[in-house]
């Protein structure tokens, strides 16, 4: 069965930086995903990583602030996010998928972490 761990996330001002990594393990997979959900609003995507030919994609909300990487030869995802705004605060979740391509719903993902929180103040 895959599991997946996310960490990282913790309390930071604006304009800062955080580091978040996503462990999987038990599966093989196209695509690994960051989403997020702000306190009450619905999930959405973040940014996805292709592990065939490594390609990204962004949301716009975060494009250009935040990156997401690959560790050389493992399975972990990273997702660096700089110049963080009160309105990145959110329970952040990594994801995988069957896709090979560069899925952006929550729906096409099957397995997913239990979340970190990341909390940016004023």
């Known amino acids: 069965q895959v599991q997946l761990e996310e960490s990282g996330g913790g309390l930071v001002q604006a304009g800062g930086s955080l580091r978040l990594s996503c462990a999987a393990s038990?599966?093989?997979?196209?695509?690994m995903g960051w989403f997020r959900q702000p306190p009450g609003k619905e999930r959405e995507f973040v940014a996805v990583?292709?592990?065939?030919?490594?390609?990204?994609i962004y949301a716009d909300s975060v494009k250009d602030r935040f990156t997401i990487s690959r560790d050389n030869g493992k399975n972990i995802v990273n997702l660096q996010m700089s110049s963080l705004k009160p309105e990145d605060t959110a329970v952040y979740f990594c994801a995988v998928s069957s896709y090979v391509g560069y899925p952006r719903s929550p729906s096409q993902y099957a397995y997913w972490g239990q979340g970190t929180q990341v909390t940016v103040s004023s």
């Open positions: 038990g599966g093989t997979f196209g695509s």
């Open positions: 990583f292709r592990w065939s030919g490594s390609g990204t």
